[in-house]
């Protein structure tokens, strides 16, 4: 897509992709495709991102365009987990909405292609930042990139999920109990991956510390700055990549989870935790809980460090899931054993928040 933004975004967009690790039938892949994308021209050229830890992630090179295409991982596999025909429909019905998504141009959910389920969308040219400050702008334009973050989440969390075909994306209300229970017991039946005090103790407060209040709409599972592709040289978002954990849902455990960033270590996910936000020329952690605010009618977030709380449990459960991968030689990610090293500080994390909120 949008092969006109210019060489500067063409490279941008390529960094990251080199040698295949987790190899498939390529010529299969060809023959596929030449029969369901319209348009594609062989030969086919295949390289593997370094992201897409969860679901290998691949940047293919026709004729005349190119695509990147997303596929289940090999090996043994956590029931309901890397789904990427529901990430392909979520990414279609939102193709017409103020939510930023890449053409999808094929699905496939014959596992006898590839040998797992995949599907190829457009390569959209752009940035993607690593870090959550946004380091690489010029201070003065930083708060702007911030601000399309919170806007383009606003907009996702306005999305009318039964008008867009999404009603059957996820079960309305009871977000909270539903994951809680969802993530602890694959935490606990992942027994290779081993038992840690501070998650078993944030498995048995969750329950009853959750908030009264239910609201349900679309949300994205893994909004972060990384997972979005930014237009070469304006703060302007055109696609949310990685929509594997998305659901229906409470929109503050979503976005808890995005604003998470500002106390989230930066060698763990982008994040500025331990920095000033004035000094990087960002806006404070309340300044962007008040815009979120204004954009979505709230006049505020009570229970706050509950959502931070329960948002860091989850995020430990899935470093803990990547630590089981790691374990079974199944990892796709050449990150995945420094990401599982990090599953004990997340635990911490999550436990000062559980301590503030007592």
């Known amino acids: 897509m949008a092969n006109d933004l210019g ?47 969860s679901n290998p992630t691949y940047r293919l090179t026709g004729a005349n365009a190119r695509y990147v295409l997303r ?26 909405s103020d939510v930023p998504v890449a053409p999808i141009l094929g699905l496939c959910e014959d596992p006898e292609v590839l040998g797992s389920e995949f599907y190829v969308m457009a390569l959209v040219e752009g940035r993607i930042f690593w870090d959550a400050g946004f380091g690489e702008v010029a201070p003065a334009e930083r708060a702007a990139y911030l601000d399309e973050m919170n806007r383009v989440m ?9 008008a867009a075909g999404l ?56 909004f972060r700055c990384d997972n979005l592709i930014f237009h070469p040289s304006e703060p302007r978002i055109l696609a949310v990549l990685d929509w594997e ?7 503050l455990a979503d976005f808890a989870y995005h604003a998470m960033f500002y106390t989230m270590p930066p060698d763990i996910v982008a994040g500025l935790g331990g920095q000033d936000p004035r000094a990087l020329g960002l806006p404070t952690e309340s300044e962007y809980l008040a815009a979120y605010c204004r954009r979505t009618g709230r006049q505020a977030i009570p229970d706050w460090d509950f959502y931070i709380a329960f948002n860091y449990f989850r995020l430990a459960a899935i470093f803990h899931g990547i630590r089981g991968r790691v374990l079974r030689g199944t990892a796709a990610n050449a990150e995945a054993a ?3 090293e990090a599953f004990s500080r997340l635990v911490e994390l999550g436990c000062q928040a559980m301590e503030r909120c007592r």
Do not use: C
């Open 245 to 251: 954990l998305s659901t229906l849902g409470h929109p």
């Open 7 to 53: 060489a500067d975004a063409i490279a941008a967009a390529n960094v990251g992709a080199g040698a295949v690790r987790s190899a498939f039938d390529e010529a299969a892949l060809a023959a596929w495709m030449t029969r369901n994308v319209e348009g594609f021209e062989g030969p086919l050229l295949v390289e593997q991102f370094n992201g897409g830890q």
């Open 338 to 340: 420094r990401r599982a």
């Open 71 to 96: 596929r289940k991982p090999p090996g043994p596999l956590v029931k309901g987990a890397h789904d990427v025909a529901r990430e392909a429909r979520v990414q279609q019905a939102l193709a017409d």
């Open 154 to 162: 606003a907009a996702l969390h306005r999305v009318d999920y039964q």
């Open 167 to 222: 009603a059957h994306h996820g079960r309305p209300g009871n977000y909270f109990a539903r994951q809680v229970a969802r993530w602890s017991r694959q935490y606990q039946e992942d027994e290779l991956a081993g038992r840690d005090p501070g998650m078993d103790a944030l498995v048995a407060w969750l329950p009853g510390a959750i908030p009264a209040s239910e609201e349900t709409t679309l949300i994205h599972g893994d």
